[in-house]
T-cell receptor
């Protein structure tokens, strides 16, 4: 059981380049989330999705777009990367309820924008 | 959005009980208090979640007073492998169950 898998694990981009981070979960979860974590900081929510075809903004959505075309996948896009987007990105998923459930996190994608 | 405040760092020794207190003064009626653990270069891992009173699992206990404005995570008999960052979170009931992270508490367990 793979859980939450993020692709790629590492990436270096030049300023202005674009890329897509893939999050895949095999637990049939409805809810999925994208976070970023800067050094010495807690995680900040970028976007989230409560189901296939739906997305919503989190705390820091500017500069990012997301899509949830399939239930098991949640894509995070950077259209024009900036050095300020250098960070570790985490994806998470959970069942469609809060009580007696937990969110499962992937291992992260370390992105450097030069 | 509910914000949490917890100590930036704590030190302990192996075998001791560690209590980390978190304040969440603006927690909404339906929201849940959740604690996660994070090791370097890894994603956060769920520890425990509660709504009120006391919750216990095989790893930790969570104490939440009646007013729910604070909570305390209790780790019994810590070991060196418990050295990590511990996050107190509010899980938002009405917004896709999203987790709002604070700064976290860096726990250092010494021999």
């Amino acid at each position: 059981n793979a859980g939450v898998t993020q692709t790629p694990k590492f990436r270096v981009l030049k300023t202005g380049q674009s890329m897509t981070l893939l999050c895949a979960q095999d637990m049939n979860h409805e809810y999925m989330y994208w976070y970023r974590q800067d050094p010495g900081m807690g995680l900040r929510l970028i976007h989230y999705s409560v189901g296939e075809g739906t997305t919503a903004k989190g705390e820091v959505p500017d500069g990012y777009n997301v899509s949830r075309l399939k239930k098991q996948n949640f894509l995070l896009g950077l259209e024009s990367a900036a050095p300020s987007q250098t960070s570790v990105y985490f994806c998470a998923s959970s069942p469609p309820r809060v009580v007696n459930t937990e969110a499962f996190f992937g291992q992260g994608t370390r992105l450097t924008v030069v | 959005l509910a914000k949490t405040t917890q100590p930036i760092s704590m030190d302990s020794y192996e075998g001791q009980e560690v209590n980390i207190t978190c304040s969440h003064n603006n927690i909404a009626t339906n929201d849940y208090i959740t604690w996660y653990q994070q090791f370097p270069s890894q994603g956060p891992r769920f520890i425990i979640q509660g709504y009120k009173t006391k919750v216990t699992n095989e790893v930790a206990s969570l104490f939440i007073p009646a007013d729910r404005k604070s909570s305390t995570l209790s780790l019994p008999r810590v070991s060196l492998s418990d050295t990590a960052v511990y996050y107190c979170l509010v899980r938002i009931y009405n917004q896709g169950g999203k987790l709002i992270f604070g700064q976290g508490t860096e726990l250092s367990v010494k021999p």
